[in-house]
Antibody, heavy 122, light 109 residues
Framework: QLQLQESGPGLVKPSETLSLTCSVS??????????WDWIRQTPGEGLEWIGS???????HYNPSLKSRVTISVDTSKNQFSLNLNSVTAADTAVYYC??????????????WGQGTLVTVSS | SSELTQDPAMSVALGQTVRITCQGD??????ASWYQQKPGQAPVLVIY???TRPSGIPDRFSGSSSGNTASLTITGAQAEDEADYYC????????????FGGGTKLTVL
């Protein structure tokens, strides 16, 4: 059974960098033809796609966050990571990692981490 | 980028049928996928593609699509179906951009 687990600080100061890691078990990132994504949800609000990474390392980012986001993969640890710099209170959210399956005209997130709340505050 | 529009809130009587809709230009190209999210939990995929349920999802959940509108139908709603429901698809202008609807809060009366 595939499992994803987010880890990282729950509190980040304004202007600093938010760093999270997603550990994957039950599937190999390097052997997968799927994308590995970060998604966030602000308190009481909807879902916002942050970006994707393919096992090859190719990345795609939400244009609204692109200047501040870096997603990377460590296939040796079967992990992928999110860095979001210059954070403000508006970046306070629950951050999810998830596996994206893209087959023709269908895109779906079939596995999600449990989510981790990151608060931006001094 | 494209947008997906959902009604913010809906209600359904226990045992009755409810249809939750998602509208957007991208749905003319891509199928919507649907997620159920209960408080404090991660979203769970309930429908993807034309009308496919992942393993473990009850058959009272079904999906359909017409033009720019996708629908999630719950036939015989149960108390445990009370949740937020989100649709998603790809953006048609920037195909690697994933977009979500704003979500529909479903209350089972």
């Amino acid at each position: 059974q595939l499992q994803l687990q987010e880890s990282g600080p729950g509190l980040v100061k304004p202007s600093e960098t938010l760093s999270l890691t997603c550990s994957v078990s039950g599937d190999s990132i390097s052997g997968s033809t799927r994308y590995w994504d970060w998604i966030r949800q602000t308190p009481g609000e909807g879902l916002e796609w942050i970006g994707s990474i393919y096992y090859s390392g190719s990345t795609h980012y939400n244009p609204s966050l692109k200047s501040r986001v870096t997603i990377s993969v460590d296939t040796s640890k079967n992990q992928f990571s999110l860095n979001l710099n210059s954070v403000t209170a508006a970046d306070t959210a629950v951050y999810y990692c998830a596996r994206l399956t893209w087959a023709g005209s269908v895109v779906s997130y079939d596995y999600w981490g449990q989510g981790t709340l990151v608060t931006v505050s001094s | 980028s494209s947008e997906l529009t959902q009604d913010p809130a809906m209600s359904v009587a226990l045992g009755q049928t409810v249809r939750i809709t998602c509208q957007g230009d991208s749905l003319r190209t891509y199928y919507a996928s649907w997620y159920q999210q209960k408080p404090g939990q991660a979203p769970v995929l309930v429908i993807y593609g034309e009308n496919t349920r992942p393993s473990g999802i009850p058959d009272r959940f079904s999906g359909s699509s017409s033009g720019n509108t996708a629908s999630l139908t719950i036939t015989g709603a149960q108390a445990e179906d009370e949740a937020d429901y989100y649709c998603n698809s790809r953006d048609t202008s920037y195909k690697h951009l994933v977009i979500f609807g704003g979500g529909t809060k479903l209350t089972v009366l």
